[in-house]
Every structure is written in C-alpha cells, then in structure tokens.
C-alpha cells in the first residue's frame, strides 16, 4: 500500500512539474524563507515519514540542505526528537507492548537489557541505528518507559546526526 502511494505522488509529481522544480536551491529558499513555519512544516513531515518507514537520513539531508550544517543539525536533532515520539506513542497506542510477552529465548535475553539498562541500551542503539524506523517500532513494542526512550534516544542520535550533516554538507 505504502508503496501504491509513494508511486502515485511521483507520477503526480511528474505529471505537474514539481519534480523539476524540487531543486536544492528550490528547496532551502521554501523551507529557510518560512521561517518557523518552515521547521513547524519540516518536524510534520518528518514525523509522518518516520511512521510511514521511510529513512531518517532523508529528512536529515533536506534538514542540512535547507538550513546548513549546523542549524541543520540542530533541526534534524530536535525534528528527529519529535518524529521518534510520535512513532513511539502511535506504534505504542496500536500495537501496545507486544515485544514484552515474547517468548523466544534469545530475544528475551536482548529485550532483558531493555529492562535492566534501559537508558544505556537506547543510546546505544540510538548511536548505532540512528533515526531508524525500526527500531522507533521495536523499543515502542517493548515494555521500555517513554522517558528512557526519549533521553537515551537525543542522546544516543547527537553523535549519528551530527556526523552525518556534516558529511552531507559536505557531499551536497
């Protein structure tokens, strides 16, 4: 399905001309030249980014690419921030803590770590994973607390996004 709708925004796209017109310059002077309202419209469409599973390292390059290396960091960190916790309250309103009464062995032993160090185990999967739309769905499906989450999560993904718009400041 997701797939179905992804390929219908780009034939419209194509059909209108806006895919032409999507240019980097295009791009920062719409997001930029918005001012607040821009950021507003750039955390929104993060956030429903993430749920619909596409990558964190998108939103981050449109992040540097509008707004720069390093408030586009700083954007994509606070952006990111609220795009995971919509994830996590949304997978977790729907889908509860289903990773939690697992009975695999070997997956219990990981989801144990969730339960002894739950901060540590979110920065470190934060700094391994990024922004990845799976893992805001398997730490939201788990019986981890949301104020371990978020904390371990800005803390664990300072690191991944400050690495990453520098190298896209860089590549772009």
């Given at each position: 399905?997701?797939?179905?709708?992804?390929?219908m925004i780009f034939v419209a796209a194509h059909a209108s001309?806006?895919?032409r017109s999507?240019?980097?310059?295009?791009?920062?002077?719409?997001?930029?030249?918005?001012g607040v309202f821009g950021v507003v419209v750039f955390v929104v469409v993060f956030s429903v980014g993430l749920l619909a599973q596409l990558p964190g390292l998108l939103f981050i390059a449109v992040a540097v690419l509008a707004?720069?290396?390093?408030?586009?960091a700083l954007v994509a960190l606070g952006g990111a921030a609220v795009?995971?916790?919509v994830s996590f309250f949304v997978v977790r309103r729907f889908g509860g803590s289903a990773l939690a009464e697992i009975e695999n062995p070997w997956l219990r032993r990981v989801l144990a770590e969730l339960?002894?160090?739950p901060l540590?185990?979110?920065?470190?999967?934060?700094?391994?994973?990024?922004?990845?739309?799976?893992?805001?769905?398997?730490?939201a499906l788990s019986s981890l607390g949301f104020r371990d989450y978020i904390i371990g999560s800005i803390i664990g993904m300072a690191a991944p996004i400050t690495i990453a718009a520098v190298l896209l400041d860089v590549a772009l």
């Open positions: 399905m997701l797939a179905a709708v992804a390929g001309g806006i895919d999507l240019t980097p310059e295009h791009l920062r002077a719409l997001l930029a030249g918005a707004y720069g290396r390093t408030m586009g795009a995971i916790s339960d002894t160090r540590r185990s979110v920065i470190v999967l934060r700094a391994i994973f990024g922004v990845a739309p799976f893992l805001n769905y398997a730490l």
